[in-house]
């Protein structure tokens, strides 16, 4: 495991918590996303030796740490710049908690993505050339 590398590239999850927040609507989000995933899987695969899925797991796992603790600090900014966010809590459970709903569901987000920048990381170590050491 790289844990460097791995804080490294989960330091693009803050600063897409932060973003979020202020300046990406919802909508064009996933397109931030997968271009990030993309980057952090060729350097996934680049600089590690091993462990490619868990090393992509791990990034997504520190990711939600991220998203989940700055997006329940600025709820009220991140609810006023989604006003989607009011329709789609009031039919959740616990919709008078939506911080708490926030804390529970993160890490459900978290492993979700995990195994999907796991699954990237995985490809495209077959796919990348490794630099001779």
Known sequence: ?????IFQ??????AMAFATVYWIPSRIEPFFWLVIFIFCAYQIATK???????????VSIFNCVWITG???????TYRANHPEMDSMTSRMPMPNH??????LVGPLF???FGIVLGLFSS????LVRKKAI
Do not use: Q
């Open 1 to 5: 495991m790289n844990w460097r590398l």
């Open 9 to 14: 590239l989960s330091l693009f999850g803050l």
């Open 48 to 58: 590690c030796s091993g462990h490619y899925f868990l090393n992509g797991f791990m």
């Open 70 to 76: 700055v997006h329940i600090f600025l709820y009220h």
């Open 98 to 103: 939506p911080r708490l709903f926030m804390l």
């Open 110 to 112: 978290g492993i979700s």
């Open 123 to 126: 490809v495209a170590s077959r």
